[in-house]
């Protein structure tokens, strides 16, 4: 059987554990370009894929190619991205993919709204920076959060950082330099996140500031007390839960449909940050497959307000 995963992802350790072929991966890189992948994934609808799992940047881009695809009796999954979410937070998607597996994002960034009302108390001048502005996978996290924000009296300015990590960090000193006045400094997205600390200390301010995932920097930011939170999407089952749903989809005669899946929104912080620092390929550090034990004593959850 043979996955096709039409952008970067982590489906290979369960594809090795249902003794699946290695997934192929393609599409964009580094410049998240909506043609690159859309051209990859046409590639995998006439390689007859067994499935294929895409990131769905656009409402519109990927319309047809997932539709062929579905056509040709491929099923296809989104994850990271499914589609568009307007500033009221309301979905347009854009495809007839089988399930999307991935973060709520519109409410991940309503999340992010809410905490940094709680770090910055008085309302003020807050910049977010976004490597992609439009790109549906962090432009709902912007919205989400500036609709909490700017009802409270928050100034919420949106700075693009760019796809190419080499020039984010620039663009974040840039623009801090030129605001000092800025009360806070935060990011949608992995690389914004993780030029933070270091973007501030170059301008030379010290103030509240944090973002989304778990790139080593970002994790070591958190632990030197120079970064406040990130806003962890469990990316690992974003890769590994498409991998095996489209396997259980093809063996089971389509019966066993995938469903959507969120894959959470945890906050990291300095007094949780140690299961999440440590290498692994679970979040990233390392590409051995390694067993991390979890931690000892009691499972902290809050009582279960929803259900199916």
């Not at 690159?36 to 881009?61: E, F, P």
Request: hydrophobic share 35%; proline share 6%.
């Amino acid at each position: 059987m043979l996955i096709i995963l039409a952008t970067r992802t982590i489906g290979e350790p369960r594809a090795a554990l249902l003794g699946l072929a290695k997934p192929n991966w393609g599409g964009s890189a580094s410049t998240s370009s909506v043609s690159q992948m859309v051209s990859y994934l046409n590639s995998a609808v006439s390689a007859k894929a067994d499935g294929i799992a895409t990131t769905v940047i656009s409402s519109s881009g990927f319309t047809t190619p997932v539709m062929n695809a579905m056509n040709a009796g491929i099923p296809v999954i989104s994850y990271n991205a499914d589609g568009t979410v307007n500033s009221k937070g309301v979905a347009d998607i854009g495809t007839n993919r089988l399930c999307y597996v991935g973060q709520a994002l519109y409410t991940s960034g309503q999340q992010l709204g809410q905490r940094i009302h709680s770090l910055v108390k008085t309302p003020g001048d807050i910049v977010i920076f976004i490597a992609t502005p439009g790109q549906a996978n962090i432009q709902p996290r912007y919205d989400g959060a500036a609709s909490i924000l700017k009802p409270a009296g928050y100034t919420v300015s949106e700075i693009a950082t760019n796809a190419s990590t080499a020039l984010e960090e620039g663009n974040e000193v840039a623009y801090l330099l030129g605001h000092k006045g800025v009360k806070g400094a935060f990011a949608v997205d992995a690389g914004s996140t993780s030029f933070l600390a270091a973007s501030l200390k170059k301008a030379g301010l010290t103030i509240p500031n944090g973002g989304f995932d778990t790139e080593p920097q970002t994790l070591s930011n958190i632990d030197a007390g120079l970064t406040d939170f990130t806003i962890y999407q469990d990316p690992y089952l974003q890769g590994f839960l498409p991998t095996v749903y489209l396997y259980l989809y093809n063996i089971s005669g389509g019966t066993i449909v995938p469903s959507d899946t969120d894959t959470g929104l945890s906050f990291i912080t300095k007094s949780n940050l140690g299961p999440y620092n440590s290498a692994s390929r679970f979040q990233g550090s390392t590409t051995a497959q390694t067993y991390v034990p979890r931690p000892a004593g009691a499972i902290q959850n809050p009582i279960a307000t929803t259900s199916t």
